[in-house]
Nanobody, 120 residues
Framework: QVQLVESGGGLVQPGGSLRLSCAASGFTLDYYAIGWFRQAPGKEREGVSCITRTNTAVYYVDSVKDRFTISRNNPAKTVYLQMSSLTPEDTAVYYC?????????????WGQGTQVTVSS
């Protein structure tokens, strides 16, 4: 069964950090790019970051550049999103998605999401 499972969300104070994990199963992670998306209450889902299958390129939405870092460990079948300097505007459900590439493929498998809440 092809599956992505996110973890690592939680409640954090402004300025804090969290590391999200996206664990893949049922397929070979090496063959796919992985994107991170988020959806805040009342807003559309937006792409946050993406990492190519060969780890040769990473992409970030402008609002998280220099604060978030995406990485992958293919043998561990896991992709990470290290988030720092968090603000309340980062509050959202975060999802990972399997993609053929980071440029023009929307992807085909969603995880169930993990809630990130930034609040004092």
């Amino acid at each position: 069964q092809v599956q992505l499972v996110e973890s690592g969300g939680g409640l954090v104070q402004p300025g804090g950090s969290l590391r999200l994990s996206c664990a893949a199963s049922g397929f070979t992670l090496d063959y796919y790019a992985i994107g991170w998306f988020r959806q805040a209450p009342g807003k559309e889902r937006e792409g946050v970051s993406c990492i190519t299958r060969t780890n040769t390129a990473v992409y970030y939405v402008d609002s998280v550049k220099d604060r978030f870092t995406i990485s992958r460990n293919n043998p561990a079948k896991t992709v990470y999103l290290q988030m720092s300097s968090l603000t309340p505007e980062d509050t959202a459900v975060y999802y990972c998605r399997r993609r053929a590439n980071c440029l023009d493929d929307e992807g085909d498998v969603w995880g169930q999401g993990t809630q990130v809440t930034v609040s004092s």
